[in-house]
């Protein structure tokens, strides 16, 4: 994926200004930056739910700057949430299932005829779900409990096993660490390296934790105040003096 | 609900008791709980065909009912009504409780289909001679004049097409902003089907008769089965049940599919569902169409069994009806939404105006019951929302979050042990 310059302005205000961005295939890229920098903002645009005020969004040589949310979907590229944004009133299996819904081809008649292809992608697809939750480590007495009930750490899996169930190859992480505990920002390290080694996905993600901003990225990307003050790999990056101001402010002398 | 055996059963008695009221009395929670228990024993012990054993007998049981009255009973034309106004309560359940957009103007679709039943089925449109699969009679007046079976598929295709028009303007619109669009929709066809009557479409012709109404409309007619009249009321009682059977299969089918699916999505939460590939706008106006469409069907069978279109049955309190029916029923419950159909059907119909109309007055009171049956009904809801604010036969989903407390409990001890995203035992 690449991002060429975008620009995002809401009334007189702009949230995320003239920013580039290149994420290689099969690589992890993070996206760091303080609150309210741009970063959600960023990605918001990346899946089409906001329209870039100018500059482009190019997936491999794809223009997708001004595709629909459900395009960008079925063209490959799969979200979760910074809070989590499960369906409450679903179990986890069949919020998977709905993370599938553009790899699926049933429509209204096959739906309500329930033709023998419409009947096998169901049994396909639910089949998928399940081992996809299992994949993320979700144990199986909590497939079939409404997502609401689920704790929050298997929600964080669900929600991944979800965007992984519409087969991308692009996926985007906010803040995926978030309220996790040192040992499961280590497992969930390891785990997004699983993810890219075993289903060749590419991740940009967006994390305040910086040990797995480290750990993980080959690749960082800082922003601030919506201006793109650094980039590169993840040590030389700690080092810049204008990331440190950033975050820590300028040093007194 | 599945308990890991072994644990600490005082925690969840303990839990029961901070969420209980403090006034109430103590046996409550007990009682409720040993009745699920038993709910849950039934529900085990059952054999895995047993819903389609209860489907089948309760179907049968729908069919031979009309042999249990007289030909032209009050019962069986409340019934009639009843069933028509289940037909109508599964088709807006599909919109708001499915989809959760809220629709206040359903009446719209009434009235469409009932007009699509006056336009195609009675010589209001003398200047046209069409006549499809109708009886001998009807076959020689002037007007259009299809079989009834060929109003209902053009009234839901119509009505499919108006919901279309109507839900495009509240596609960018969420939650009470939506009710409110709809709401001006459905007045504004009500108004255009009072002054329709002035629209001239040549010919002497107009696009509705307003006040007048659209009378001698045609009964539905079916070779070997003749034309239905009101002095039998069973084959008019046998079509509709036969409708409501359709929107009823339809509605069940649709539930657990990728559409349906995507309708309870949208309700969850629009943007995840949108991110999650859902296409919002065909998706949206899918619901609305399809809710529609059934509504045009009612409005349709309406017109013919009341024998007019008259542009003054089609008024805003018709929508907040059928809305209380879902409601009553269970807000996005295929079966309650059937349930509340029935249940405001048969006190509309029959409970009130035949029952205990003149139960006021054996109690020395001067006036009838059906003068005050909207507050009868208002009365009922409020009750209904202190009751049992999930409907009586509240949706599966919505069960399983207000039985949730084993689960938070649960979660609650899980939350503390350190697991998440432990990557080992998974198949690497």
């Known amino acids: 994926m690449r991002v060429d310059h975008v620009v995002k302005e809401f009334g007189g205000l702009v949230a995320v200004d003239d920013v580039s961005l290149d994420v290689p295939q099969h690589s992890i890229v993070s996206l760091i930056g303080p609150n309210g920098a741009g970063k959600t903002t960023l990605f918001n645009m990346l899946t089409g739910l906001y329209k870039p005020t100018s500059g482009r969004v190019l997936l491999g040589k794809r223009d997708i700057t001004h595709k629909r949310p459900d395009i960008i979907t079925s063209l490959g590229v799969a979200r979760t949430f910074q809070n989590i944004r499960l369906f409450g009133a679903m179990t986890a299996v069949e919020n998977v299932v709905v993370g599938r819904h553009v790899r699926m081809r049933a429509g209204l008649f096959g739906s309500v005829l329930r033709l023998p292809s419409v009947r096998r992608e169901e049994r396909a697809v639910r089949e998928r779900a399940r081992e996809l939750l299992a994949y993320v480590g979700l144990r199986e007495s909590a497939f079939d409990l409404l997502a609401a009930q689920l704790p929050y750490g298997d929600q964080r899996r669900v929600e991944i096993a979800r965007a992984l169930a519409s087969e991308p190859t692009l996926l985007l992480l906010d803040e995926p660490t978030a309220g996790m505990n040192p040992n499961e920002s280590a497992a969930l390290t390891s785990f997004m390296r699983k993810l890219r080694r075993e289903l060749e996905l590419t991740i940009l993600l967006i994390e305040h934790d910086m040990k797995v901003v480290m750990d993980v990225s080959e690749r960082v990307t800082v922003l601030d105040h919506g201006h793109k003050i650094a980039e590169g790999p993840p040590e030389e990056v700690r080092a810049d003096p204008r990331v440190i101001e950033a975050y820590l402010g300028t040093p007194q002398s | ?428």
Not at chain 2, 88 to 113: E, K
Not at chain 2, 153 to 180: S, V
Not at chain 2, 378 to 403: A, D, H, K, S, Y
């Open chain 2, 1 to 428: 609900m599945s308990d890991p055996p072994g644990q600490p059963v005082e925690e969840l008695d303990q839990n029961a008791g901070r969420d209980a009221p403090p006034s109430g009395p103590s046996g409550w929670g007990e009682l409720r709980a040993q009745l699920q228990e038993w709910r849950a024993a039934v529900d085990g012990a059952l054999p895995p065909w047993w819903p389609r054993a209860m489907a089948v007998i309760a179907i049968a049981f729908a069919i031979v009912l009309p042999f249990f009255f007289s030909l032209d009973s009050d019962f069986m034309n409340a019934t009639i009504i009843a069933v028509a106004y289940a037909v109508m309560s599964l088709g807006l359940n599909i919109v708001v409780g499915f989809a959760g957009l809220l629709d206040l103007g359903y009446v719209a679709f009434y009235a469409l289909g009932a007009y699509s039943l006056g336009w195609f089925g009675s010589d209001f449109f003398f200047k046209a001679h069409i006549h499809v699969l109708v009886s001998k009679v009807a076959s020689t007046l002037p007007g259009i004049h299809l079989n009834f079976i060929l109003i209902l598929i053009a009234a839901a295709l119509i009505c499919a097409l108006a919901g279309m028009l109507i839900g495009l303007p509240t596609l960018r619109l969420r939650g009470d902003y939506i009710a409110i669009v709809t709401l001006a929709f459905g007045e504004i066809i009500a108004v255009v089907a009072v002054n329709g009557q002035s629209v001239q479409l040549g010919g002497g012709m107009t696009l509705t008769a307003g006040n007048l109404g659209i009378s001698a409309v045609d009964s539905p007619y079916f070779p070997g089965v003749g034309m239905f009249n009101e002095l039998n009321l069973r084959p008019w009682y046998w079509l509709i049940l036969g409708v409501m059977l359709f929107v009823l299969f339809v509605n069940l089918r649709l539930r657990d599919s990728r559409l349906g699916r995507a309708w309870i999505a949208l309700r969850e939460d629009e943007v995840a569902a949108v991110s999650m590939g859902i296409p919002l706008v065909r998706t949206k106006l899918m619901a609305y169409s399809m809710g529609a469409a059934f509504g045009g069907m009612a409005g349709a069978f309406f017109g013919t069994y009341f024998t007019v279109v008259n542009a003054d049955q089609f008024q805003f309190g018709f929508s907040i009806f059928i809305l209380s029916m879902v409601i009553i029923g269970g807000l996005g419950s295929i079966w309650g939404a059937v349930a509340g159909g029935l249940l405001l059907g048969y006190i509309n119909y029959y409970l009130i105006p035949h029952v205990l109309n003149t139960l006021p007055s054996k109690f020395g009171l001067n006036f009838q019951l059906t003068e005050i049956e909207f507050g009868i009904y208002g009365f009922l809801l409020v009750m209904m929302m202190i009751l049992r604010p999930q409907g009586l036969i509240p949706e599966r989903r919505r069960r399983l979050e207000l039985t949730a407390k084993v689960g938070v409990a649960q979660s609650e001890r899980e939350l503390a042990e350190p697991s998440a995203y432990d990557t080992t035992g998974v198949n690497e």
